[in-house]
């Protein structure tokens, strides 16, 4: 089965930058869409944003529109998450997820185990 492990996360201070990867197992990555979500304490699981498989269709939450980038790159099997701008509202464990097509919805079928962005103010 599709294995899902994230990576990057840590303490930054607002106004700092961050970059997630995702690093995915399996034979098939390229066709499978990534999504990024992130859950705080308190709250639920929140879409963060998504690629389609090729790359070209990109969504993005309100919240990070402008802050965040979302990437991909098939050869290494590899998602990431440019996070700049980064506000203390951002402090969740972020959790990468694949699925057939790029969605704000949870249905993804294979998710990792998450990773903490802690943010300071």
């Known amino acids: 089965q599709v294995q899902l492990v994230e990576s990057g996360g840590g303490w930054v201070q607002a106004g700092g930058s961050l970059r997630l990867s995702c690093a995915a197992s399996?034979?098939?990555?390229?066709?499978?869409?990534m999504g990024w979500f992130r859950q705080a304490p308190g709250k639920e699981r929140e879409f963060v944003a998504a690629?389609?498989?090729?790359?070209?269709?990109?969504l993005y939450a309100d919240s990070v529109k402008g802050r965040f980038t979302i990437s991909r790159d098939n050869a290494r099997n590899t998602v990431y998450l440019q996070m700049n701008s980064l506000k203390p509202e951002d402090t969740a464990v972020y959790y990468c997820?694949?699925?057939?097509?790029?969605?704000?919805?949870?249905?993804?079928?294979?998710w990792g185990q998450g990773t903490q962005v802690t943010v300071s103010s």
């Open positions: 399996g034979r098939t990555f390229s066709s499978y869409a």
């Open positions: 690629i389609s498989r090729s790359g070209a269709g990109l």
């Open positions: 997820a694949s699925g057939p097509r790029a969605t704000r919805n949870l249905d993804y079928d294979y």
